[in-house]
């Protein structure tokens, strides 16, 4: 490769995934130049908390010791040491059992479950961007195509103030509402745009000292309400000060008509919706003064996340619902096997764009498509909904929650990616893309 013309790659997005992409590429691969256009004018997160499991630990570890590092300075976990390696302490929200212990989930092999201000994460990693990493926001895409008269053969990127861009690649990262999906799959796939998963829910993050005066001390740790078409969680967040809640609601056949997908709320809409519910759930939504409704959104399963040296990763290609905790650990899993498919060994020249894209839609998609069906099977069970109706019972749920986070939790990173660098160079050698 020519050293005065580096490849360059155009990230569309500047949140979680994209930034951790451009982290990646850089540590992964120096010749790359790298830019990343984000739309807002400046870097922002929801203050809402976000959790990882032991899939996307191990993703951060295998990118950059850093990213991991960046977690753990602002995560928090239960703040009861003996609870430490529970994921949550899931009981009975509604009905005679209300407030009983159903089941305490663990992690195996002793993993940490912790949780941590989505706000605070995005600060850590945006300290980490590299100088050499450009970035550029009020930058809204709206269109990726080919440029016949670009000398280089680069994608030209148009962006909505009128102006253009040009890269050897482009990734979109650029969240559920993904105009880059919608170009890559075009308008008229059913798949382009984000479908309303039939439910809803209030969050709000509320003191620590009120809540434990509420409720008590257990929760300090992280604690699950199941109830009949509903459910309520709850985990510490910013070293235990506040206590982040997320209480879901199926909406039964009631459409979601608003253009925006966060409106306002009231206490009694609330207090309305979890009508039933045991006495602690209830003393906890009623710490919620000025509740927001967020409609819970997901993808169709996306027929590829890759067109030539045009990609889509994280919620972008597969945005789900989040009852198995897994959306931003999935987008870094995804950034682990992208960026280990663009270092400079197998990424020799702008035309191996493309197979590195091919191989990630190819080795990406299956696990991501599960994700996106297991999680709207979750939020079911959450809920209490049982396949053919009936009453669910405690050793349905136990077996089914252990089942789905052991899915999430098992994967060999490594593995994926070892296998991955082999069908690259495979297709390279035989100048294919299957």
């Not at 940490?112 to 895409?141: D, M, Y």
């Not at 009623?286 to 030539?308: C, G, N, R, S």
């Amino acid at each position: 490769m020519d050293s005065q013309s580096p490849i360059s790659i155009a990230i569309i997005g500047a949140g979680i995934a994209g930034i951790t992409l451009a982290i990646a590429l850089s540590e992964h691969n120096p010749n790359l130049h790298l830019t990343i256009y984000e739309s807002r004018l400046r870097f922002s997160e929801i203050s809402a908390g976000v959790g990882f499991g032991p899939n996307a630990i191990q993703g951060m570890n295998l990118i950059s010791p850093k990213i991991a590092e960046a977690y753990e300075s602002v995560k928090t976990s239960n703040l009861w040491p003996e609870k430490s390696n529970v994921w949550y302490d899931i009981r009975w929200g509604d009905g005679p059992k209300a407030g009983e212990l159903i089941e305490e989930v663990k992690s195996e092999k002793g993993f940490t479950h912790c949780n941590a201000s989505r706000a605070q994460f995005l600060a850590k990693l945006v300290e980490l961007i590299p100088k050499s990493v450009e970035v550029r926001f009020g930058k809204r895409i709206i269109d990726v195509a080919e440029d016949e008269d670009d000398e280089q053969g680069r994608l030209r990127v148009r962006f909505e103030d009128g102006t253009d861009a040009y890269a050897n690649g482009v990734v979109g990262c650029d969240g559920i509402r993904s105009a880059c999906r919608r170009i890559l799959l075009g308008d008229d796939d059913p798949c382009a745009n984000a479908v309303y998963s039939g439910k809803y829910a209030y969050r709000k993050v509320v003191d620590m000292k009120k809540a434990v005066q509420a409720v008590g001390t257990e929760v300090e740790n992280r604690q699950m309400y199941l109830g009949h078409g509903g459910h309520l969680l709850t985990f510490p967040i910013r070293g235990g000060k506040a206590l982040n809640m997320v209480a879901f609601k199926d909406a039964g056949k009631t459409r979601w008509i608003q253009r925006q997908w966060v409106v306002p709320s009231s206490q009694e809409a609330i207090l309305k919706d979890f009508a039933g519910f045991g006495e602690k759930p209830m003393k906890l939504l009623k710490l919620i003064e000025d509740p927001e409704k967020w409609a819970l959104f997901d993808t169709l399963a996306a027929p590829t996340y890759a067109k030539d040296a045009f990609c889509i990763l994280g919620d972008a290609a597969h945005a789900t619902t989040p009852h198995l905790g897994a959306g931003a650990g999935l987008a870094i899993e995804d950034v682990h096997l992208l960026s280990g498919l663009m270092i400079p060994e197998l990424l020799k020249s702008p035309g191996d764009i493309k197979y590195a894209f091919r191989v990630f839609d190819e080795t990406r998609r299956p696990r991501c498509k599960d994700l996106i069906a297991k999680s709207r099977k979750q939020g079911q069970l959450l809920d209490l909904q049982k396949k053919g109706g009936g009453e669910m019972t405690e050793e349905e749920l136990r077996r089914c929650v252990e089942v789905n986070q052991k899915w999430l939790w098992e994967v060999d990173l490594k593995g994926m990616l070892d296998r991955a660098v082999v069908l690259m160079k495979s297709c390279k050698e035989a100048k294919q893309l299957y």
